[in-house]
């Protein structure tokens, strides 16, 4: 009779588990280092998108798991291998910066486990790979919507300053090259200086001498809020424009008043929410944190979440990572938080970008730029 | 190029060069005396601007309290670098020491990306420091015109402590021979102390211009322009403190020169420093203002 009861409660048991199965996904974020901001960002968005939607449509039930890689090459790796072989997650979320996706990518494709990035931007990332997806733009888009920007505002004289030491910089400003010559535009100048550098004061005493309409900044935010203020000082008035590497709060407590007027490109401006899940979700952020300003990073954060669970609930098993990846790759038209995303066959996202200004220390949304 | 690019360029130069400097003078007086290269003086500059930084952004202090507060806190840094990590070892071979030096390096800037994070903040550079005087077209700000002032003057006070007071004459035994010092009744580690003490001083001065000029702190700060500084103490002259002002500005103008006339070279403005310090120690290892290294200090 015992046995007839311990059998029966096990079986029981193993029902109950099979109808509600756990499945685990892995985020990779840098928690710590000196990119933590943009992982922290990201981290508020997935979490509280999860929070949201934490189960399939057939009941599953999804756990997050978060490890921090430092932003850092071999720790990157570390977390990757560890999530596929020892976690077995069904897909990965993250990292933030093109180099670290890069490494994730290249683990994530021969165990064909699907990777959607948020924020890494570099074109060749995707290229001639099967499992990596992102719901950001590209550089290459990125390029092309500041170039046109500036041509339409009758500014055809650029001088552009590249950082040589950064893949994100030299993609973008080959970019904006292409679409700004071909539209008319000249680049008078292009100027190369390396990150880590404090001092440009002879570069800018130089671009002064040239005199050009715009200054396209294809950097991240500690070198071009550095150039701005030493500009301010040095009495050179003309309009700056960078990607999304500017596009945080850091750029403009470290430019002060020198950024204002500044302009740059952005995935998302949380006062004109673009979809109705978008406003939704402003919303509940709102609701948590007491805040409606919705960070670029934690809005794509929740894109990528979002994307995965869409495709997750279209497959039959939604543990298996191919079927995830095929839907991921047939996503079209997917109402998302930065927008309306649609997937195409290299895994890039089309979608359109924001031009903000920075007007007394706070951006201001100024356009929406479509591909 | 004109002659008022030129004289901005001048300018730029001219107030870089003053920092890199002043945080040289300090690796000359260590090595003159231990015959170390303190490669955790950098950090030292880093450790003067976060503690300013500190005093004016939490504490709320006014500024020169505040600046006057954090060079005090630095030397006194500096002085406990020494006794904890380079005490131990004045008897072990010198390439103990140098390692010492750079395990302390890395201690301090792990110790600031711990307590601090790895976000650069921005520095509170007071009104009247961001003044912009425009003479005729060359512009300077108050602290372009201010740094090279105050190396200046911190320069000749290090000379007058070292030719003129009873300590920079100890200190210029010390740097002759430290065990026969020690027969003639000087207390050698007191006066190492010393020699500490003033050069972290110096660093955390020129850190703090530093953020005043580049208002962005953050714990890695210190690492190219320490590299830079050491530079310019060599291409002075190691062991000479006017060797050390000199090759500062050298390295200075050198990174604006490169700017100015080679434009396509100046994402590789920082390489010449380095460049110049291969070729002088190719020709001339004992630097510009350098005497024969074991008999003249200072």
């Known amino acids: ?371 | 190029m004109d002659l008022l690019t030129f004289m901005q360029q001048m300018v730029n130069g001219f107030s870089l060069g003053s920092m890199y400097a002043l945080i040289a003078i300090g690796y000359t007086m260590v090595y003159g005396v231990l015959r170390l290269i303190n490669f955790a003086h950098g950090d030292i500059m880093m450790v003067g601007a976060f503690l300013a930084y500190a005093f004016i952004s939490i504490f709320n202090l006014p500024f020169a309290f505040a600046v006057l507060l954090s060079v005090v806190i630095s030397a006194l840094v500096g002085i406990l670098t020494d006794k904890i990590a380079y005490k131990p070892l004045r008897e072990a071979p010198r390439i103990s020491l140098l390692i010492t030096a750079i395990g302390i390096s890395f201690f301090l800037e792990n110790a600031f990306t711990v307590f601090a994070g790895g976000i650069p903040r921005p520095f509170p550079v007071p009104e009247y420091m961001q003044n912009i005087f425009n003479v005729s077209g060359i512009i300077f700000s108050t602290s372009s015109i201010m740094v090279p002032i105050v190396t200046l003057v911190l320069l000749l006070a290090i000379l007058f402590v070292l030719y003129k007071t009873k300590y920079g004459m100890a200190i210029r035994a010390l740097s002759f021979d430290i065990k026969t010092v020690n027969l003639m009744g000087i207390d050698a580690n007191k006066i190492i102390s010393i020699v500490f003490a003033l050069g972290s001083a110096l660093a955390a001065v020129g850190g703090i211009f530093w953020v005043i000029n580049y208002p962005s702190v953050e714990p890695m700060m210190g690492v190219l322009v320490g590299l830079k500084a050491f530079a310019a103490a060599v291409v002075g002259g190691i062991g000479s403190v006017t060797g050390a002002v000199l090759g500062g500005f050298i390295i200075g103008f050198t990174e604006v020169v490169v700017v100015a006339f080679f434009p396509d070279l100046a994402g590789y403005k920082d390489a010449f420093a380095f460049v110049f310090l291969i070729f002088v120690l190719l020709f001339k290892p004992t630097g510009i203002m350098g005497k024969d290294l074991e008999k003249s200090r200072f």
């Open chain 1, 1 to 371: 009779m015992r046995k007839i009861i311990g059998l029966s409660v096990a079986t029981a048991l193993t029902c109950t588990m099979a109808l509600a199965k756990e499945i685990n996904v892995g985020l990779i974020l840098p928690m710590s280092g000196a990119i933590a901001a943009y992982g922290q960002n990201a981290e508020v968005g997935v979490k509280l998108a999860h929070k949201l939607q934490p189960k399939l449509n057939n009941g599953d039930k999804i756990n997050l798991i978060l490890i921090d890689n430092k932003g850092d090459k071999v720790e990157t790796a570390n977390a990757a291998t560890r999530l596929i072989s020892s976690d077995k997650v069904v897909a990965l979320l993250g990292p933030m910066i093109s180099t670290n996706t890069a490494q994730v990518i290249s683990i994530a494709e021969k165990k064909h486990v699907p990777v959607i990035a948020p924020a890494a931007t570099n074109d060749k990332l995707t290229m001639r790979k099967m499992y990596a997806n992102r719901v950001c733009f590209t550089d290459s888009f990125q390029g092309s919507v500041v170039a046109n920007y500036a041509l339409k505002q009758n500014k055809k004289k650029a001088v552009v300053i590249v950082d040589q030491a950064t893949v994100y910089s030299l993609g973008l400003s080959k970019a904006f090259k292409n679409t700004y010559t071909k539209g008319g535009g000249k680049i008078l100048k292009k100027i190369r200086i390396t990150s880590g550098d404090k001092d440009y004061k002879a570069i800018i005493s130089q671009i002064k001498k040239l005199n050009p309409d715009i200054i396209f900044l294809p950097l991240y935010h500690p070198e071009a809020s550095m150039i701005a203020r030493q500009a301010k000082e040095l009495g050179l008035k003309t309009t700056m424009i960078s990607g999304d590497g500017v596009a945080n709060q850091t750029f403009i407590d470290l430019g002060g008043d020198a950024v204002n007027g500044y302009l740059y490109t952005d995935a998302f401006d949380y006062t004109n929410p673009p979809t109705k899940k978008s406003a939704e979700f402003i919303k509940a952020y709102q609701k948590q944190t007491g805040s409606n300003a919705l960070n670029a990073f934690s809005a794509l954060g929740a894109d990528t979440y979002n994307l995965l669970v869409n495709a997750m609930n279209k497959c039959e098993d939604p543990t298996n990572s191919k079927c995830i990846n095929k839907e991921i790759k047939n996503t079209k038209k997917f109402e998302a938080v930065t927008g309306i995303i649609s997937i195409d066959k290299e895994g890039n996202a089309i979608k359109s970008a924001v031009i903000k200004e920075i007007v007394n220390g706070k951006p201001v949304y100024k356009a929406t730029v479509n591909p």
